[in-house]
């Protein structure tokens, strides 16, 4: 296997310490020895200019002097030395540093231009770096502590990524009284090189480390940390600690939606989209890492609670409403069966209460039972003192009641806060022990979240994709409305130009004239029909009804020409500076059973479009009843986004009010969605009020807001998202020796059954050249793997005819970073007639284009046909000695 490309910089075998030094409390002091104390596997060396040794062992004036070069470099010199520092590992055959000295951006202009400097001086010496201001890197398996934190980490499976110093060594401090162990502890710093996106890149691809807690204070580049999270979450579990969750200052905007989306939504909405699980203290964070890194995932959310007092269960079950966990209820045999074996005075409900005189065979056999139930999702059992029972019996008997169950099973042993002999029995046998009741419900949450999140990170909707009744967009529509604004100076499209541009993606808008004068005004009105509304048209007046801008209801041709002259006199003597360019008279949208909605697009400095729902109207800021998510969407996502609002409930039927049309309105978001794909220039669009009704749903007023700085249309690899959309424009066909024309597309999430057809019609020798295994089916997680891609960084094409899967090419990263690894499958009954190299062609210049510098493949001996066909497309053989596998290569 192809070693990271991080490896030297993350696992390193040899480390030089620049700034190594006797002066004790001096950072080159503890730094030195932290590295010693932690049986680093291979050699450390100490450089000093003024100095020949450090604490008995040689010490080298310059890193050329050292007698080999080391893979990492650890600097603890002033600022103002470690451009210089870095140039010189760079000229020694050093290519990777931490830098663990502070004077840099943190201290203002000079600090920030000294770290430019550095940035700069890597980027020369090809030199990897880490921090700089960061408290040092950690590695368990390799003996490797460079880091002046107080405490080691215990070894474990565990990864820590922090940009707080401070806190990464708070957590080592807690997780070391907690026996908690680590892979790794990457303290990000400055992050002004390596950051959180190649960081978690390594530790995807390391076996070693089952979960990943992070603390994050925000993130620079959005796609390569979205990208790298969503990865890591597909094979392990991810948590983030987020702050500045309540952070202070405003944002000019012009719209309401500008104004409802904060950073931190944003940055919730993104992660909830990785499949990660957002916590809020960092006893949280190891509270989900110990329930996550179990395995143990539950296929619902019902909770059952097995406990011997009341008083806890109680507390127990009011924990799990707030935190929006349901009970269990409870299978009419379990209570049967619980009814025999329990006293007459148990709850007979559950939390189930087995009194407190249970004993420790009544614990084992009420947490069985509740555990078989088919309705029953996962069960806390929880212990308070008594004197029948000893905390030992009962853990005991519990870890042999969950023996060869799958459902997730927690414990809280209320009492004693020392770790105890009967928690670490419990830990031991694979059961996440806590303190309280409300710690254990917590942990249970974050599975919960961690669970619907996955199902969020499988979903990966198209740039394009839309309904089967929609148009495609009109793009030279849409190009043409934003050049005839931005001609006129204007950053701001009218209400009739934001309603053409919606028209344009074919989603719903009411026919609108623009009328100039009194009596255009009567005549649109007269040609749309009554009753009919009016509104100010002006580039100055956002608001209209502010304004007195707009009148409503409109019943005749003189009810309109009185209000036209009405609401001109008004306005103007509100806005006498005001542009007016007239009224806009359009039909009065009334529907039984409406309801009023909000739905916007704002950018975000990080991540990029973000798509708002929730309650419209005039007092949407003061009702502040709004989701957020990340696009591209698709029904589900939309679907969810929607209820995670309050006014979700009110679309729905109640009483004598029928239900809205939701289809409308996940077609409405999902337009939006295809709008923030396809239009970088979107920086605000207000949605407001739309009316949703029985019969569908409807725009009754849109504002848009331009970005002059972005393209009229999406470049390549949509660099504006934060996830990569669907690749539609790789949609094509080839033409077979036959002249048969057979589509080709990007594989999608819905492609699973077509995927695992695909794989069922193959013979058993195409699969074992596929796979180089027998391999009689693909799990339910390589059926997921092969259609859940990431865009970004992988592909796979298909060939289709008849609406089945008949060839399957594919590439993925590989962890040098640089390349990227390939594989072909034809159906056996389409073999020999070309489609496979009008594949690979296709799927050699996609990598090409992703930016991948070669494509290798692995080829069995056996497979001569696989291995001519390489040849041909100018693929170089690389043999392994001793294998029967061949490596071929073909570069960029």
Same mark, same amino acid.
């Given at each position: 296997?192809?070693?990271?490309?991080?490896?030297?910089?993350?696992?390193?075998?040899?480390?030089?310490?620049?700034?190594?030094?006797?002066?004790?409390?001096?950072?080159?002091?503890?730094?030195?020895?932290?590295?010693?104390?932690?049986?680093?596997?291979?050699?450390?060396?100490?450089?000093?200019?003024?100095?020949?040794?450090?604490?008995?062992?040689?010490?080298?004036?310059?890193?050329?002097?050292?007698?080999?070069? %080391?893979?990492?470099?650890?600097?603890?010199?002033?600022?103002?030395?470690?451009?210089?520092?870095?140039?010189?590992?760079?000229?020694?055959?050093?290519?990777?540093?931490?830098?663990?000295?502070?004077?840099?951006?943190?201290?203002?202009?000079?600090?920030?231009?000294?770290?430019?400097?550095?940035?700069?001086?890597?980027?020369?010496?090809?030199?990897?770096?880490?921090?700089?201001?960061?408290?040092?890197?950690?590695?368990?398996?390799?003996?490797?502590?460079?880091?002046? !934190?107080?405490?080691?980490?215990?070894?474990?499976?565990?990864?820590?990524?922090?940009?707080?110093?401070?806190?990464?060594?708070?957590?080592?401090?807690?997780?070391?009284?907690?026996?908690?162990? @680590?892979?790794?502890?990457?303290?990000?710093?400055?992050?002004?090189?390596?950051?959180?996106?190649?960081?978690?890149?390594?530790?995807?691809?390391?076996?070693?480390?089952?979960?990943?807690?992070?603390?994050?204070?925000?993130?620079?580049?959005?796609?390569?940390?979205?990208?790298?999270?969503?990865?890591?979450?597909?094979?392990?579990?991810?948590?983030?600690?987020?702050?500045?969750?309540?952070?202070?200052?405003?944002?000019?905007?012009?719209?309401?939606?500008?104004?409802?989306?904060?950073?931190?939504?944003?940055?919730?909405?993104?992660?909830?989209?990785?499949?990660?699980?957002?916590?809020?203290?960092?006893?949280?964070?190891?509270?989900?890492?110990?329930?996550?890194?179990?395995?143990?995932?539950?296929?619902?959310?019902?909770?059952?609670?097995?406990?011997?007092?009341?008083?806890?269960?109680?507390?127990?079950?009011?924990?799990?409403?707030?935190?929006?966990?349901?009970?269990?209820?409870?299978?009419?045999?379990?209570?049967?069966?619980?009814?025999?074996?329990?006293?007459?005075?148990?709850?007979?409900?559950?939390?189930?209460?087995?009194?407190?005189?249970?004993?420790?065979?009544?614990?084992?056999?009420?947490?069985?039972?509740?555990?078989?139930?088919?309705?029953?999702?996962?069960? $806390?059992?929880?212990?308070?003192?008594?004197?029948?029972?000893? %905390?030992?019996?009962?853990?005991?008997?519990?870890?042999?009641?969950?023996?060869?169950?799958?459902?997730?099973?927690?414990?809280?042993?209320?009492?004693?806060?020392?770790?105890?002999?009967?928690?670490?029995?419990?830990?031991?046998?694979?059961?996440?022990?806590?303190?309280?009741?409300?710690?254990?419900?917590?942990? @249970?949450?974050?599975?919960?979240?961690?669970?619907?999140?996955?199902?969020?990170?499988?979903?990966?909707?198209?740039?394009?994709?839309?309904?089967?009744?929609?148009?495609?967009?009109? $793009?030279?529509?849409?190009?043409?409305?934003?050049?005839?604004?931005?001609?006129?100076?204007?950053?701001?499209?009218?209400?009739?130009?934001?309603?053409?541009?919606?028209?344009?993606?074919?989603?719903?808008?009411?026919?609108?004239?623009?009328?100039?004068?009194?009596?255009?005004?009567?005549? !649109?009105?007269?040609?749309?029909?009554?009753?009919?509304?009016?509104?100010?048209?002006?580039?100055?007046?956002?608001?209209?009804?502010?304004?007195?801008?707009?009148?409503?209801?409109?019943?005749?041709?003189?009810?309109?020409?009185?209000?036209?002259?009405?609401?001109?006199?008004?306005?103007?003597?509100?806005? %006498?500076?005001?542009?007016?360019?007239?009224?806009?008279?359009?039909?009065?949208?009334?529907?039984?059973?409406?309801?009023?909605?909000?739905?916007?697009?704002?950018?975000?400095?990080?991540?990029?479009?973000?798509?708002?729902?929730?309650?419209?109207?005039?007092?949407?800021?003061?009702?502040?009843?709004?989701?957020?998510?990340?696009?591209?969407?698709?029904?589900?996502?939309?679907?969810?986004?929607?209820?995670?609002?309050?006014?979700?409930?009110?679309?729905?039927?109640?009483?004598?009010?029928?239900?809205?049309?939701?289809?409308?309105?996940?077609?409405?978001?999902?337009?939006?969605?295809?709008?923030?794909?396809?239009?970088?220039?979107?920086?605000?669009?207000?949605?407001?009020?739309?009316?949703?009704?029985?019969?569908?749903?409807?725009?009754?007023?849109?504002?848009?807001?331009?970005?002059? !700085?972005?393209?009229?249309?999406?470049?390549?690899?949509?660099?504006?998202?934060?996830?990569?959309?669907?690749?539609?424009?790789?949609?094509?066909?080839?033409?077979?020796?036959?002249?048969?024309?057979?589509?080709?597309?990007?594989?999608? %999430?819905?492609?699973?059954?077509?995927?695992?057809?695909?794989?069922?019609?193959?013979?058993?020798?195409?699969?074992?050249?596929?796979?180089?295994?027998?391999?009689?089916? $693909?799990?339910?997680?390589?059926?997921?793997?092969?259609?859940?891609?990431?865009?970004?960084?992988?592909?796979?094409?298909?060939?289709?005819?008849?609406?089945?899967?008949?060839?399957?090419?594919?590439?993925?990263?590989?962890?040098?970073?640089?390349?990227?690894?390939?594989?072909?499958?034809?159906?056996?009954?389409?073999?020999?007639?070309?489609?496979?190299?009008?594949?690979?062609?296709?799927?050699?210049? !996609?990598?090409?284009?992703?930016?991948?510098?070669? $494509?290798?493949?692995?080829?069995?001996?056996?497979?001569?046909?696989?291995?001519?066909?390489?040849?041909?497309?100018?693929?170089?053989?690389?043999?392994?000695?001793?294998?029967?596998?061949?490596?071929?290569?073909?570069?960029?």
């Amino acid at each position: 296997m192809v070693p990271h490309y991080l490896q030297p910089l993350l696992a390193p075998r040899s480390v030089a310490l620049v700034g190594a030094t006797e002066r004790e409390g001096a950072l080159g002091n503890i730094v030195y020895r932290n590295i010693a104390a932690g049986g680093l596997r291979g050699p450390l060396y100490g450089v000093n200019l003024r100095r020949s040794t450090v604490l008995g062992h040689p010490v080298y004036r310059r890193l050329a002097d050292l007698p080999q070069a %080391p893979e990492l470099a650890v600097i603890a010199t002033p600022a103002r030395t470690v451009p210089s520092l870095i140039e010189e590992a760079g000229k020694a055959g050093i290519h990777a540093a931490v830098v663990l000295s502070a004077g840099f951006s943190e201290t203002g202009a000079a600090g920030r231009a000294l770290q430019d400097e550095a940035v700069a001086a890597a980027k020369r010496a090809g030199v990897r770096m880490i921090g700089p201001n960061c408290l040092g890197v950690m590695r368990t398996d390799c003996g490797l502590n460079a880091t002046f !934190a107080r405490t080691a980490a215990h070894p474990g499976k565990l990864a820590l990524v922090s940009q707080s110093g401070a806190i990464c060594g708070a957590i080592l401090d807690w997780a070391h009284a907690a026996q908690l162990g @680590f892979t790794s502890v990457v303290s990000l710093g400055a992050a002004a090189d390596v950051d959180f996106g190649e960081v978690l890149d390594f530790l995807v691809a390391d076996a070693s480390t089952e979960a990943i807690l992070m603390y994050v204070e925000g993130i620079r580049d959005a796609r390569r940390a979205l990208s790298a999270l969503r990865a890591a979450a597909r094979v392990k579990p991810v948590v983030a600690l987020k702050v500045g969750r309540y952070q202070s200052g405003s944002r000019a905007v012009s719209s309401h939606t500008g104004a409802l989306v904060g950073s931190d939504e944003v940055f919730d909405a993104a992660l909830r989209r990785s499949g990660t699980v957002r916590v809020k203290t960092y006893t949280q964070l190891f509270a989900a890492a110990r329930v996550l890194a179990r395995g143990r995932f539950p296929e619902g959310e019902r909770l059952a609670i097995v406990t011997n007092g009341g008083g806890p269960g109680v507390v127990a079950a009011d924990s799990a409403a707030e935190m929006g966990v349901p009970l269990a209820a409870l299978g009419a045999q379990t209570i049967a069966f619980l009814n025999d074996k329990l006293p007459a005075q148990w709850s007979h409900a559950n939390p189930v209460d087995l009194v407190g005189d249970a004993p420790a065979e009544r614990f084992g056999e009420a947490v069985a039972t509740v555990l078989a139930d088919p309705g029953v999702d996962a069960v $806390l059992a929880m212990y308070s003192p008594v004197a029948v029972t000893s %905390p030992q019996d009962a853990a005991q008997a519990v870890a042999q009641a969950a023996a060869g169950r799958t459902k997730p099973l927690l414990a809280a042993w209320l009492g004693d806060i020392t770790q105890s002999e009967s928690r670490s029995d419990l830990e031991a046998h694979g059961i996440p022990a806590f303190y309280t009741p409300e710690n254990a419900v917590e942990a @249970f949450s974050f599975l919960c979240s961690y669970r619907r999140n996955q199902r969020q990170l499988l979903e990966v909707p198209a740039a394009r994709a839309r309904p089967d009744t929609a148009p495609a967009p009109d $793009l030279e529509r849409t190009d043409a409305i934003r050049a005839a604004a931005l001609a006129q100076g204007r950053t701001a499209l009218n209400e009739h130009e934001a309603k053409e541009l919606l028209a344009a993606f074919g989603l719903p808008v009411p026919r609108s004239i623009l009328a100039a004068d009194r009596d255009a005004a009567v005549a !649109a009105a007269r040609e749309i029909g009554f009753p009919a509304v009016i509104k100010i048209q002006s580039p100055d007046i956002t608001h209209k009804t502010d304004v007195g801008g707009v009148r409503l209801s409109l019943q005749s041709e003189d009810m309109v020409a009185s209000a036209f002259d009405d609401m001109m006199r008004h306005v103007r003597a509100l806005r %006498p500076q005001a542009r007016i360019e007239g009224a806009l008279v359009q039909p009065m949208l009334r529907y039984r059973a409406q309801r009023e909605l909000l739905v916007g697009l704002a950018t975000d400095p990080v991540f990029g479009p973000v798509v708002s729902f929730g309650s419209g109207g005039v007092a949407v800021e003061a009702v502040r009843d709004t989701a957020l998510a990340l696009p591209p969407l698709n029904a589900v996502l939309a679907l969810e986004l929607m209820q995670r609002t309050r006014i979700h409930r009110l679309l729905g039927a109640y009483r004598d009010v029928p239900a809205a049309d939701l289809e409308a309105l996940v077609d409405l978001l999902c337009g939006v969605s295809r709008m923030a794909c396809v239009l970088p220039w979107l920086k605000e669009m207000d949605l407001n009020p739309v009316i949703a009704h029985p019969g569908g749903a409807i725009v009754a007023d849109a504002r848009v807001v331009v970005d002059p !700085a972005q393209p009229a249309r999406a470049a390549a690899h949509y660099p504006h998202m934060a996830i990569h959309p669907y690749p539609a424009e790789l949609e094509d066909e080839i033409v077979l020796r036959e002249g048969l024309r057979v589509p080709v597309r990007p594989i999608r %999430p819905e492609d699973a059954e077509l995927e695992l057809r695909f794989f069922d019609g193959l013979s058993s020798r195409s699969r074992f050249q596929r796979f180089m295994q027998h391999l009689p089916r $693909l799990s339910p997680r390589m059926l997921a793997r092969f259609t859940q891609l990431d865009y970004g960084r992988e592909l796979a094409l298909v060939a289709l005819h008849g609406g089945e899967f008949i060839a399957v090419g594919r590439y993925s990263p590989n962890s040098d970073g640089t390349t990227a690894e390939f594989a072909l499958t034809v159906a056996d009954a389409w073999q020999g007639k070309g489609l496979g190299r009008a594949l690979l062609e296709r799927l050699c210049a !996609a990598a090409r284009y992703a930016g991948y510098e070669a $494509l290798y493949g692995y080829i069995l001996e056996a497979n001569r046909e696989m291995l001519d066909l390489a040849r041909r497309l100018g693929f170089v053989e690389e043999t392994r000695t001793g294998t029967d596998v061949t490596v071929v290569r073909r570069l960029k």
